[in-house]
């Protein structure tokens, strides 16, 4: 069973820093893209950043700039760098990884890690 385990969110003062993590585990395949969303309360969930398995990272446009997301294939785990942080950037944040395995799509969630910037 596929679990993805996020870790590395925290309190932290408006313009400071994060690093999320996030390792996945009992995959039978390369997951193509793995994601970070987050989701504000009171607002849907959006896209903060991807990388594919080719590591090109794609971001969100409030987050360009600020965050870099990187990814270790040995160790199954893609991080999310997160500089300059805004009281915007409040919310939970949630590992995704997508990927297709004998011609069926397949995608996973973590549980999340909540991340708090204070002004």
């Known amino acids: 069973q596929v679990q993805l385990a996020e870790s590395g969110g925290g309190l932290v003062q408006a313009g400071g820093s994060l690093r999320l993590s996030c390792v996945s585990s009992?995959?039978?395949?390369?997951?193509?893209?793995m994601n970070w969303y987050r989701q504000a309360p009171g607002k849907q969930r959006e896209l903060v950043a991807g990388i594919t398995d080719g590591a090109t990272g794609v971001y969100g446009d409030s987050v360009k700039g600020r965050f870099t997301i990187s990814r270790d294939s040995v160790k199954n785990t893609v991080y999310l760098q997160m500089d300059s942080l805004k009281p915007e950037d409040t919310g939970v944040y949630y590992c995704n990884a997508a990927g297709v395995y004998t011609r069926r799509s397949y995608e996973y969630w973590g549980q999340g890690t909540q991340v708090t910037v204070s002004s």
């Open positions: 009992g995959s039978r395949f390369r997951f193509s893209s």
